[in-house]
C-alpha cells in the first residue's frame, strides 16, 4: 500500500518561494508517476505538476513559468517549488500518486495548508 | 486549460439514484477514454471512486458507476446512503498531456 506524506512551512511571505516535500513509501517513486494537486479553500481542484518515472515533468501551464518538481530518489521524497507567490495561491497541498493513465490519482497524501500572508 | 463543467450541487433521498454530470470538451473528456471521479468528505483528502470511465478501484462499492457520451461524462450512485454526502469531481486527460478537474458538485443526502 502506498502512503504519502506532504511536509513544508504552513506560511510564506507573499512574493517570495513556497517549497514541499511528498514522501513516499510503499512504493518507488522511479517506478510510478506523480502529481502535485491543490485546493484553495472551499474550492475545486486544480492540478498542479507530473513527476514521470523518467525525472521527467509536465506542469499546468497556468503555473509553469513559477513551477518546479523534482525528486530524491535516496529519500524516497519529490518535492514542489513555487515561485512569486502571492494570496491566490493559498491552499491545500496535496501530493499523489498516478495511476494507470494520467487523469487518475489513486493514492492521495492527507494535504498539508499553506497560506500566502506578510 | 479550462476546468470541466459540474453542476455546483446534487441532491437525492436515501435509496435513490443520482447522476452527476461533468462537461469537457474533444480536447479532454470528448477526445479520450479516460475520465475519473472522486469522492471527498469534508477536511479529508479526495478518494478515488472511478477511473477510466468506468472501472471501480477495489473496495469501492459496486453502487457507483460512470459513463460516458461525446464530451460529457457522468457518475451514477444508486441506492443512495447518507455515507455518500459528499463532494465529488471528475477529472479528465487532455491533448496536452496535462490533468484537468471539474468544479466539483456537492452531494446532499435528504
Known amino acids: 500500500q502506498v502512503q504519502l506524506q506532504e511536509s513544508g512551512p504552513g506560511l510564506v511571505k507573499p512574493s517570495e518561494t513556497l517549497s514541499l516535500t511528498c514522501t513516499v513509501s510503499g512504493g518507488s517513486i522511479s517506478t510510478h508517476y506523480w502529481s502535485w494537486i491543490r485546493q484553495p479553500p472551499g474550492k475545486g481542484l486544480e492540478w498542479i505538476g507530473y513527476l514521470f518515472s523518467s525525472g521527467g515533468t509536465n506542469y499546468n501551464p497556468s503555473l509553469k513559468s513559477r513551477l518546479t518538481i523534482s525528486r530524491d530518489t535516496s529519500k524516497s521524497q519529490f518535492a514542489l517549488r513555487l515561485s512569486s507567490v502571492t494570496a491566490a495561491d493559498t491552499a491545500i497541498y496535496y501530493c499523489a500518486k498516478v495511476g494507470g493513465t494520467l487523469d487518475t490519482f489513486d493514492f492521495w497524501g492527507q494535504g498539508t495548508m499553506v497560506t500566502v500572508s506578510s | 486549460q479550462s476546468a470541466l463543467t459540474q453542476p455546483a450541487s446534487v441532491s437525492g433521498s436515501p435509496g435513490q439514484s443520482i447522476t452527476i454530470s461533468c462537461t469537457g470538451t474533444?480536447?479532454?473528456?470528448?477526445?479520450?477514454?479516460?475520465v475519473s471521479w472522486y469522492q471527498q468528505h469534508p477536511v479529508k483528502a479526495p478518494k478515488l471512486v472511478i477511473y477510466?470511465?468506468?472501472n471501480r478501484p477495489s473496495g469501492v462499492s459496486n453502487r457507483f458507476s460512470g459513463s460516458q457520451s461525446g464530451n460529457t461524462a457522468s457518475l451514477t450512485i444508486s441506492g443512495l446512503q447518507a455515507e455518500d454526502e459528499a463532494d465529488y469531481f471528475c477529472?479528465?486527460?487532455?491533448?496536452?498531456?496535462?490533468?484537468?478537474f471539474g468544479g466539483g458538485t456537492k452531494l446532499t443526502v435528504v
Open positions: 474533444s480536447s479532454d473528456v470528448g477526445g479520450y477514454n479516460y
Open positions: 477510466e470511465v468506468n
Open positions: 477529472s479528465s486527460y487532455t491533448s496536452s498531456s496535462t490533468a484537468v
